[in-house]
């Protein structure tokens, strides 16, 4: 099977669970226009995860002062976040049915929660490069929830990558993206990060 890039792959199973919202259809067309840019969103959200990966597999405890949520997702997972670019090398391999079929049921929830009044209606108000940032970040979440069977590990990992990235990539583009929500959601972070923003 032809190895998939982790943006094409993100693009293309978005395209077909977002077709009945208009402003999902802006965001992907912007996304189509625009390869490079959501590229780059595709690497910046790969280092922050990359980062995570390095607090979570240390022996020490982790600092809760900065990575709060990071630790509460230690405790509720067993293995390590895959990138995106691991992720889109599983959907490509037909023993790993399974990860597509994760990967497709969160795009179709966020798709059906896209609605008004719907869940995920939030982001219909955010220009394209947001609304992309945003969901990227609260899909994956959701991705991992359902693989570990647990609401709670979409909230801290939600909160774990922005802490992450408030402390690793703050300037990156898609912390610029989500730093709006950041702020609204303060109090959800840990006391150093709440402090700073």
């Known amino acids: 099977m032809t190895q998939v890039s982790p943006d ?4 293309d199973q978005a395209a077909y669970s977002f077709r009945r919202s208009p402003e ?4 992907l067309r912007w996304f189509k226009d625009s390869p490079q840019e959501f590229e780059k969103i595709c690497q910046e959200f790969d280092e ?27 405790e509720g997972m067993v293995n390590r976040l895959p990138s995106l670019v691991e992720l889109a090398e599983l959907v ?8 597509l079929e994760q990967v497709m049921k969160t795009f179709t929830e966020v798709g059906a929660g896209l609605g008004e009044g719907g869940k995920w209606s939030w982001a219909r108000e955010e220009l ?66 709440r402090k700073e923003l």
């Open 92 to 99: 490509g391999k037909d023993k790993n049915i399974n990860v």
């Open 128 to 193: 394209p490069r947001v609304m992309a940032s945003g969901l990227l970040i609260e899909a994956y979440g959701n991705y991992l929830a359902q693989g570990h069977g647990s609401e709670a590990v979409k909230r801290d990992f939600v909160l774990g990558f922005e802490e992450t990235g408030w402390a690793f990539a703050r300037n990156s583009g898609i912390m610029q993206d989500v730093k709006p929500w950041m702020l609204e959601e303060a109090d959800g972070f840990s006391p150093n990060v």
């Open 8 to 11: 094409t792959m993100i693009r």
């Open 48 to 74: 922050i995860i990359k980062n995570m990966n390095f607090i979570l597999k240390g022996d020490e405890s982790i600092n809760q002062n900065n990575f709060g949520a990071v630790a509460r997702l230690k």
């Open 24 to 27: 999902a259809i802006r965001a």
